[in-house]
């Protein structure tokens, strides 16, 4: 084995500028998955994070999943019957005994229970109206559903508590609006009641979707201003294990019949644009790697056939076509394995780079830079990649230079 | 730069069998060799009987396109006879597989080109070490003492660490048959040996062959077109369009 290493090694130093391109071939490929996955990784992991922090890992809707049965299919079932023209009951809108429900999961210890009514409203301030989606909440019991009191900038949640006419805005409603806490503003529901309130705290989640569109007010309150007293539509969960939400999900809505979604579900616009960008990633990175399987797969394919005399000779010598072909393959594990090297030095100097730029990023999400995912593991992987690529690469070639027939290439030279 | 004879080394392991009674080591049976993948068949080698003893030098002549290459091929085990059978040092090779080949074209035999087939990237000594180090049977210490006590009994002690490349025609072909005694092998074959030397340096070659037999008891074969060369042999065989049609032994 040292005799073959060390032919392959004179084969890869003999060749030294078109070796080191095929390596760098695969340095980028190394590198830029390194960069381009820790930057991805760090701002989707980022984002399930927050969201995972400030909403519910459960929500219990005011729905079903699926159009309520006619009443003659229910008396007649699996009959033929359709009755045109019937309009189903106006139920009122609302989790029905909801109160029961609440109660019911409160005992559960693996999860905390947040009854919530939500609505639309505006807050009028300075002559502009702001639309905002407006969260009636339990303030004792939020504090153990949502992040809301981490994510206050101002004020705090107990005070929701003392102040019944108080409201919690988003950081970018307080931006877009000039309201500051301590300030008093008129809430116009869309049921078209107006209370005035006064703004007690601020949250930045960082999610703009959220701080640009949210705001609490005491559960009581939006009952009063949506006209709708005692209804709750919403019931958000939280859990002590995040991973259980599609399990509870699916347990609670085959018990209550409402819809009810994990925050995976409730995300999942979100969660598949991150499939499709993860995809887009691999294909690119997997693209330069194919590129570098190429470029390797090259610089062999010319050495084996400027080799074909050592070939001949060595076989003749009486090394086996075994030993030919991990000569060459051991040439192209070297390839990827320096080019594995230095591309986990690419991807380290590129992550560092990246980490060393500041500005601000306000789209989906706002922060003061890229947030990155230093993950050990793109590095396995990548170097995996790479030499799996180089490997394959060379064994082709390999081949080719085990079956290289002695007597047909002495017979040519004499 | 020549070597005296009787000088202790490598080339003296095989003298105590030199002096037993003769024994076959190469003994072909109605060896035919025919190339059937041409769109004509071409029969390279008709029906060769032959033994070939310990310690003798024989040469292979013939015209060019006499099949002489293709005999020495078979005789190497570079290439199989399409019938008949080949005996090496009393092992039928007709049975054997190709690992087991390989491992007798490792140990049993040496091979010697009219090009001298150096890898060009190692020094003369690395060359001289390839087929021990594919052996392994030696130290790293043991294999480094042998290959450079190879090249001095071909007075080639300077040589060592140059590449071929900084070696002359001779110089090379000397480094390769130290290479094809690297392991000790029993038959030494070479194909043309010489056919790239001017007349000093091709004396030279044969007269280490005759060396070779004599002192070291090595079987040799090999294949010239030479007459010049054929009689500083001990036997010579004539082969003609792939068949004996001479043999002086």
Known sequence: M????????????????????????????????????????????FFIQKIIDVSPHVTIRDEYREAPRQPAAMGYRGAAIELRGIKPKDEPRGIRSARRIIDALSRRSDLAVGPTLTGQAFLRYGGKDTGVTLLGID?????????????????????????????????????????KRGDYVSVVSSAGVILRMKVVGVFETGILALDDRQAYVRLKKNQVLQRREN?????????????????????????YRYRTESWKETQKNVLSIFVIQNGVMYTSVGAIM?????????????????????????????????????IFLLQGLMAGVAGCLLGWALGRGIIEGLASVRLDIEQIIRTQGFILNRSFWNYAI???????????????PARKAAAVDPVDIIRGAA | MSAEPGKPGAMDAGRARGQRPARPVVELDHVTRILTDEPQPVTLVRDITLRVDEGEFMAITGP???????????????????????????????RADKARKERLRL????????????????????????????????????????????????????????????????????????????????????????????????????????????EAGKTVISVTHDPEMARMTHRQIRILDGALVADSG
């Open chain 1, 2 to 45: 040292a005799a073959l290493a060390k032919i392959a090694l004179a084969y890869v130093m003999g060749r030294k500028r078109q070796t080191l391109v095929s390596v760098l071939g695969v340095t980028m490929g190394v590198g830029f998955f390194i960069g381009i996955a820790a930057m991805m990784q760090g701002f989707q992991q």
């Open chain 2, 107 to 214: 140990t049993r035999i040496g091979f010697v080109f009219q090009f001298h087939f150096l890898l060009p990237e190692f020094t003369a000594l690395e060359n001289v070490l390839l087929p021990m180090r594919k052996l392994g049977a030696l130290s790293d210490r043991a294999m480094l003492a042998r290959g450079l006590d190879l090249l001095g009994q071909f007075g080639l002690s300077d040589a060592a660490a140059k590449k071929p490349h900084q070696l002359s025609g001779g110089e090379r072909q000397r480094v390769a048959i130290a290479r094809a005694l690297a392991n000790d092998p029993l038959l030494l074959v070479a194909d043309e040996p010489t056919g790239n030397l001017d007349s000093k340096n091709s004396e030279l070659v044969f007269s280490l062959f005759d060396r070779l037999a004599r």
């Open chain 1, 231 to 255: 209804v709750i539509n919403q019931i958000r969960l939280r859990l002590a294990d995040v991973e259980q939400a599609e399990r509870v999900a699916r347990e609670i809505e085959a018990r």
């Open chain 1, 382 to 396: 990548a170097g995996a990649l790479a030499i799996i690529a180089a490997t394959v690469s060379a064994w082709l």
């Open chain 1, 139 to 179: 303030p004792a019991r939020e504090a153990r559903v949502s992040n809301l009191v981490n994510d206050l900038v101002e004020g705090k949640l107990s005070d929701l508590q003392s102040n019944p006419n108080g409201i919690i805005i988003g950081k970018g409603i307080a931006k877009k609006t000039g309201l």
């Open chain 1, 290 to 326: 194919l590129v570098a399987g190429f470029g390797i797969y090259n610089i062999i394919s010319t050495v084996v056939n400027e080799k074909r005399h050592d070939i001949a000779i060595l076989k003749s010598i009486g090394f086996s076509e075994r030993d030919i072909r991990i």
């Open chain 2, 64 to 94: 060019s396109g006499s099949g002489k290459s293709s005999l020495i091929y078979l005789i190497g085990l570079l290439d199989s006879p399409t019938s008949g059978r080949i005996i090496l040092d009393g092992i039928d090779t007709s």
